[in-house]
Structure formats: C-alpha cells, structure tokens
T-cell receptor
C-alpha cells in the first residue's frame, strides 16, 4: 500500500523567505506525484505534477518540486514566499495504473507573515 | 468554464439515517472521484466512476456507495450514518483523455456532513 509523509504540520515564514516543504512516499512501483494547495475558503487546486522526465517540475505561482527517486521524495520549494501563499499544502501520490486514486499526505499549513 | 459543483454545501443528519450527496463534474470530464477529508485521517479515497462504472474503490465499508449517470454527474450515498462519518466529502473530476498525463483531478468545494 502507498503512504505519504509530510514532515511539517505547520510552517511559519516571513515574506520573502525561502520555502521547502518535505514529502516522502512509500511505494514500490512507478508513481505519479502531485502537490495540491488549499487557500482559505477555497477548493483544492493543483500546484504541479510529475509523471516522468525531468525530475525538476515547475508549477504555478513560482512553485517547483524535485523528484528524487533514490530518496522517495518530492519536496516543494519556492525561493521567495508572499503573504498570499498562506494556505494548506498537500502532497499526493498515485500509482501509474491509477492516477486518480491518490494517497494524500496529512498536509502542511503554511502561514506567511507580512 | 464552471468548476466542479457539489450540493448541498452543508448537511446535518442523525445517526442511523442515510444521505445522498451530489456532484456535477466540469463539462467534458468523464471521471468522477470521491474523497473523504477528516482532521484525524486526512484525505482518503472513496471511489472513482468512469462511464457509469465504478473503476476503483478505497477501503471504506459497504455503507458507502455511489453511482454515475450518463451525463457524468455522480451521487454518493452513505447509509446507516455513524458519528465517525462526519467529514468534508470532496468530489473531483478529470478529463481522462490522452492518458494520465492529461488528467489531473479538479476538486469541488465539498459537502460538509455533520452526523449528530
């Protein structure tokens, strides 16, 4: 069975600080990897996805993530956060045969102080 | 283009009752998936429907069921409600074209179910 671990439950940063949110997964086969974001009062939105190819994936709003197969990791990064990035971030894994049956991490609440 | 629409937004039911939740996918999307979100368990996959057939099912009891109609709209039913069924139920649709690469999930705002 797949599992996803997000190490930080709550991260507090000041504007312009750099961000890295950790995500590790356990699954023996080929995986599809996702980061979703949930802004206050809004629905889950896709930030970025990895299926294959270049392990450095760029998403919306300046976010990027790097897939490191040997470490089973897919960490999310942003060089300079803004107050509007305050949200909950979810890492998710899907198997190659079932990209819509996702296993989600427990989420990381990011608070950016102005 | 309208997003995924879920109705109702809020629902309060009593233990033992049953409930039906509705989801209208994005126009043109043929796959609908359901997820349960709780503070303790996080987001958990319930099931996925495509072409009116259940394609995948998560680890939930048989009290949780669903169906999909020919217009891709989907309903989820929970019978004999328990207190632990209180959760946010999320519906997600996807295009299912060109393989998984082109089919990320698009989520609705969810239905908040409270069981008393």
């Amino acid at each position: 069975a797949q599992s996803v671990s997000q190490h930080n439950h709550h991260v507090i940063l000041s504007e312009a600080a750099s961000l890295e949110l950790g995500c590790n997964y356990s699954y023996g086969g080929t995986v599809n990897l996702f980061w979703y974001v949930q802004y206050p009062g809004q629905h889950l939105q896709l930030l970025l996805k990895y299926f294959s190819g270049d392990p450095l994936v760029k998403g919306i709003k300046g976010f990027e993530a790097e897939f490191i197969k040997s470490k089973f990791s897919f960490n999310l990064r942003k060089p300079s956060v803004q107050w509007s990035d305050t949200a909950e971030y979810f890492c998710a894994v899907g198997s190659s045969g079932s990209a819509r049956q996702l296993t989600f991490g427990s989420g990381t609440q990011l608070t950016v102080l102005p | 283009k309208a997003g995924v629409t879920q109705t109702p937004r809020y629902l309060i039911k009593t233990r033992g009752q049953q409930v039906t939740l509705s989801c209208s996918p994005i126009s043109g999307h043929r796959s609908v998936s359901w997820y349960q979100q709780t503070p303790g368990q996080g987001l958990q996959f319930l099931f996925e429907y495509f072409s009116e057939t259940q394609r995948n099912k998560g680890n939930f009891p048989g009290r949780f069921s669903g169906r999909q109609f020919s217009n891709s709209r989907s309903e989820m039913n929970v019978s004999t409600l328990e207190l632990g069924d209180s959760a946010l139920y999320l519906c997600a649709s996807s295009l299912v074209a060109g393989g998984a690469r082109n089919s990320p999930l698009h989520f609705g705002n969810g239905t908040r179910l409270t069981v008393t």
